[in-house]
């Protein structure tokens, strides 16, 4: 490996071409899992090499390269799971149609939808989770929360952020695309 990390790093784009080989399928794999959009998981891989190629010269000094790459592919992956949040909570684009939306709430219940985000919270740090709570449930306002926890509002916010990423992430990951993005539109 660190052969071909020194051959990348001089230009050498076989070299690159077999790194890209031997790990596209698992960033891939990855990214769908996660994202469950074919689409999203090839821009992520295309990213993800991108930023590989781009970091050539610094890829001798990586002792874990493996890690490397994951935590380069997860970035990416937070980032395009953020840009899908984030196109959820503003007005649909005009290819969606009313049905889409009708045919998503259909396939998931309330009942569903609570179970997956109260696994979701499970998942949070007791920070965060409360963050979350206090915000979200009790509908505290930020600097409120700061106060009754002892935080900064900007720690607060930063908490929230990462509540929302993780809840979102793992909804993401649990429902059908169209479902989860119905859901994170419509309650999150």
Known sequence: MRELLLQIAEGDQQAYAAIFHLYREKVYSLAFHITSSVTASEEIVQDTFLKVWQQQQTLPGIQDFDSWLFIVARNHIYTTLKKMARDATFPLPEEY???DLATAETVIDEKEFRSILAEALGRLSPQQKEVYHLLKEVGLTREAVAARLGLSPETVKVHLARAMRSIRAYVVARLPLSAALFILWRYL
């Open 97 to 99: 149609e009313p049905a």
